[in-house]
């Protein structure tokens, strides 16, 4: 099905025609009828030529009920603009068509209705010339009577063509139906209806309202009861749950959106406003049928910051209206459409930040890509909450990076390893926690993502490999001298060593590299055991026994024998009889 919102000045038949066109009556309430005059939403359906469904959201067209009209027309894809011949061009056909624009509605139809009132050229004219010179462009236009029937035919099938032409919708969108009506039925309890403009609602749904989480009990489409509804269609949701819904909140799917009440936006040139300078401190934001009281901050030229005085499930590309509520009746209220730019903008504290902000985000289109350049590390989940398909993979889990800034952290983060290396030389590496923190990132696998060799990870440590060495064995290497780090003069026995696939060759590799020590066959340690085992010796009574260095270095005969034996050949101990050593002053001069 589809659905087609009215929109045009006061008493020119808007009403008169959906009922001609459908047979329903739009103006449901008595005091309509009484006054002949549209003040809620009216629906109304119809099948058309092709035998496709369409239904219409018939709207007021009196200027005081400029609000209701904009949630009607909100988000609905497409409107059937009506213009009375015998009246013309209007003060609310131009606020209407300036509202149009700024929404970017792109789809219309002209019915230039009571033509049997007058003739409807000239009214044709001037209406086609205004919707050509706005974001409209070139509609078909029909002169028909609400009264006579004349051209209604015509128009049907205009409306066929209209229809045909729309975008079709993603059934697999995330959900956010726009509460235009809230009533309840009595033993089924609360019943909201709305435009769904895409994606897929069943019963048994839990979806989000702004009081918390409801079920959907039962779905209705034109007054038939269904199981499931895709946009776009008129629906009619019975709701379980806490709290009673209102119009202009929205019924959206869970992580679907991200609700904001801060947003960075661009003012597109319709209306009054072309930057915002010029644009009043306080203005009302309109949204599919929302209206939120919002204080406007400019940042530079068309660039503009709005805090809403409600939170609202948002996305990327969304279009704000933005209307003075406190204009001069006669004047065209509103003044500028708002395309929302980022939906979690930072904070703006130092000089000239906001001026920074506002070129940054001049060029910045509602995707990914630029989204990224903002955030430079969003999850999938809060891509998709801000509306932007994911882009390309993602750098680790789920986390998407901008390409420049994740290059840049690889290097910070090799930078944070050298220096560390430097101020802690006994530690087999940095640990990872410790280059997260530093590196201000949100998740340890982000880290992980982010080693390079030599530089490899192993066992919560970022520890550097040798240049030269294949990138397994300096994994298997980094490892070991992981496990080392809290004995580090206990070797690991051969079981170990073959477990972390060092055969003789890997081992001879690593010692060749620099990155191993070799005690004896067998017997590794990390490089500069030497120095640290000499000083760990000095500080026994000398002299001291091999029992007595091998509780000093906290390891095993295995290892202390030949380890004193490699230290004696390096002249930093030596024997003093059959059981006794010393260690051997430092040369002098010597650092
Ligand atoms: N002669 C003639 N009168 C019409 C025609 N269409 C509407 N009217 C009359 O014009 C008046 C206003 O018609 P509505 O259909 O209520 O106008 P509307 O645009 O819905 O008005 P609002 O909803 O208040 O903006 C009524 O008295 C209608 O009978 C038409 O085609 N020919
Ligand atoms: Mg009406």
């Not at 219409?56 to 009375?84: I, K, N």
């Not at 430097?422 to 590196?439: I, N, Q, T, Y």
Request: charge should be positive.
């Amino acid at each position: 099905m589809h659905v087609v919102a009215t929109a045009g000045h006061v008493d020119h038949g808007k009403s008169t025609l959906v009922r001609a066109l459908t047979g329903m009556e739009p103006d449901r309430l008595a005091e309509e009828r009484r006054r002949g005059l549209t003040i809620e939403l009216g629906y109304a359906w119809t099948t058309l030529p092709s035998g496709e469904r369409l239904a219409f959201v018939d709207v007021p067209g009196h200027e005081r009920f400029l609000g209701t009209m904009l949630a009607g027309v909100g988000p609905a894809p497409a409107v059937m603009f009506v213009v009375a011949a015998d009246e013309g061009w209007m003060p609310q056909s131009e606020e209407h068509l300036v509202a149009l624009e700024a929404l970017g509605v792109r789809h219309a139809l002209l019915a230039v209705t009571r033509a049997d009132l007058a003739d409807p050229e000239p009214a044709i004219g001037r209406a086609r010339a205004r919707m050509a010179a706005s974001g409209l462009g070139a509609a078909e236009a029909r002169a028909v009577s609400g009264r006579t029937g004349q051209g209604l035919g015509e128009l049907r099938e205009a409306l066929d063509r209209l229809v045909a032409a729309l975008p079709v919708p993603r059934s697999q969108a995330p959900v956010r139906l726009w509460i235009d009506r809230v009533f309840s039925v009595r033993g089924s309890g609360t019943v909201v209806t709305g435009t769904l403009p895409e994606g897929t609602i069943a019963v048994g749904d839990e979806l989000t309202l702004p009081g918390g989480p409801v079920r959907v009990r039962g779905l209705e489409c034109l007054n038939e009861p269904l199981t499931s509804v895709t946009g776009v269609a008129r629906v009619a949701v019975n709701l379980r749950g806490h709290g009673v819904p209102e119009r202009g909140q929205a019924l959206v799917t869970p992580g679907g959106w991200t609700c904001a009440d801060l947003v960075d936006v661009r003012l597109s040139p319709v209306g009054a406003a072309r930057d915002g300078i010029g644009l009043p401190p306080r203005l009302t934001a309109h949204i599919g049928s929302a209206a939120v009281v919002c204080e406007v901050r400019p940042l530079g030229g068309p660039i503009v910051r709005l805090r809403l005085a409600r939170a609202l499930p948002l996305h990327l590309g969304d279009v704000l209206l933005l209307r003075d509520p406190g204009r001069d009746r006669s004047e065209v209220r509103v003044l500028a459409g708002a395309s929302v730019l980022d939906v979690r903008p930072p904070a703006l504290r130092r000089r000239g930040a906001a001026r920074e902000r506002a070129d940054r985000l001049a060029a910045a289109r509602p995707d990914a890509a630029s989204l990224l350049r903002d955030h430079p590390l969003l999850r999938a989940g809060d891509l998709l909450a801000m509306g932007c398909a994911p882009p390309g993979r993602p750098v680790c889990g789920d986390w998407h990076a901008d390409p420049a800034y994740w290059s840049e952290l690889g290097e910070r983060l090799a930078e944070a390893v050298r220096r560390y290396a430097a101020e802690h030389p006994l530690e087999p590496g940095m640990p990872v926690e410790a280059v997260r923190h530093g590196l201000g990132l949100p998740d340890r696998r982000l880290v992980a993502a982010l080693v390079r060799p030599p530089l490899a990870v192993a066992d919560g440590r970022i520890v550097s490999g040798p240049r030269g060495l294949p990138a397994p064995v300096a994994r298997a290497v980094g490892r070991l001298r992981a496990e080392l780090s809290a004995h580090p003069f206990r070797a690991p026995e051969a079981g170990r060593l073959a477990e972390l696939g060092l055969g003789p060759r890997e081992l001879a590799a690593a010692v060749r590299a620099g990155a191993l020590l070799r005690v004896a066959d067998g017997i590794v340690l990390p490089p500069g055991a030497e120095a640290r085992a000499a000083e760990l010796l000095a500080r026994l009574p000398q002299p001291f026994t091999v029992s007595q260095a091998r509780q000093a270095l906290d390891t095993s005969r295995r290892v202390a024998v030949p380890l004193l034996e490699l230290l004696d050949r390096g002249g930093l101990t030596e024997r003093v009889d059959e059981l006794h050593r010393r260690c051997r002053p430092p040369a002098p001069g010597g650092a």
